[in-house]
């Protein structure tokens, strides 16, 4: 039996939560939603498929909930999409950086949901479909593609997915520099809005993360990125 998505909204405006409750159960998924993050927090969100996060919310805001999500080994991966009224630059990079999945401006239009929730899910479905080598292993940093983990030293690495994806793609390849073109291509593919700069974002990101190997993800001025021996 296919498994039916489990989907949470965090959204303070109950209306918008009635609306897209209402919506996407006549597209087949199952529905929760919470009016804060406060509320959310309470909730196992590791059960969820996808979480779709306002920003501007109380005490804790969408951002605020989804950089706690990302540091929690248990919900790290889940794909999450923003919810807002704003969409400056900056404002899109805070949500990349993040290691959100999708950015939805408000107001918006149900249908342009509907499409931006399945794009996530079915690129998310098509990543556990597709086979993965057993591990990665360089000294002693491992990404295992089963189980979607990364260690160094033994130690987890809670890594969003695309952070996971870029490294697995530099571990692969070893010595091939990729252009930001060339990762967008790869990582993102179908993405509806992704800046140049997020590329650069997640890099530095990736490098902190990953500790005594972030110098080994070199950057090559003018052509790209590359994981060196």
């Not at 939603?33 to 969820?48: C, I, K």
């Not at 996808?50 to 889940?78: H, N, Q, W």
């Not at 010595?175 to 993405?191: M, N, P, Q, T």
Request: hydrophobic share 40%; proline share 3%.
């Amino acid at each position: 039996m296919t498994k039916v998505p489990r989907i949470l909204v965090v959204e303070d405006e109950e209306d918008i939560c009635e609306i897209l409750k209402f919506n996407l159960e006549i597209e087949g998924y199952d529905i929760d939603t919470a009016h804060s993050a406060e509320e959310a927090l309470q909730l196992n969100l590791a059960e969820y498929d996808l979480l779709m996060l306002d920003v501007m919310m109380g005490e804790i805001s969408g951002f605020k909930m989804a950089s706690l999500l990302r540091k929690d080994p248990k919900t790290a991966s889940i794909p999450i999409i923003f919810l807002t009224a704003k969409d400056t630059e900056n404002d899109l990079l805070t949500g990349f950086n993040l290691g959100a999945d999708d950015y939805i401006s408000k107001p918006f239009s149900i249908r342009q949901v509907v499409a931006r929730v399945k794009a996530v899910l079915r690129r998310t479905a098509e990543k556990s479909r597709t086979p993965e080598s057993e591990l990665l292993v360089y000294e002693t940093l491992t990404l295992d593609g089963k189980r979607i983990k990364a260690t160094v030293d033994g130690k987890e690495i809670p890594l969003t997915k695309k952070e996971f994806e870029i490294l697995k793609l530099l571990l692969e390849n070893r010595g091939s520099v990729f252009s930001r073109e060339e990762i967008l291509a790869r990582i993102w593919k179908d993405e509806v809005y992704v800046l140049d700069r997020t590329i650069d974002v997640n890099i530095t990101r990736l490098r902190k993360k990953i500790g005594p190997y972030g110098k080994n993800i070199v950057t090559r001025l003018g052509f790209g990125y590359c994981f060196e021996n």
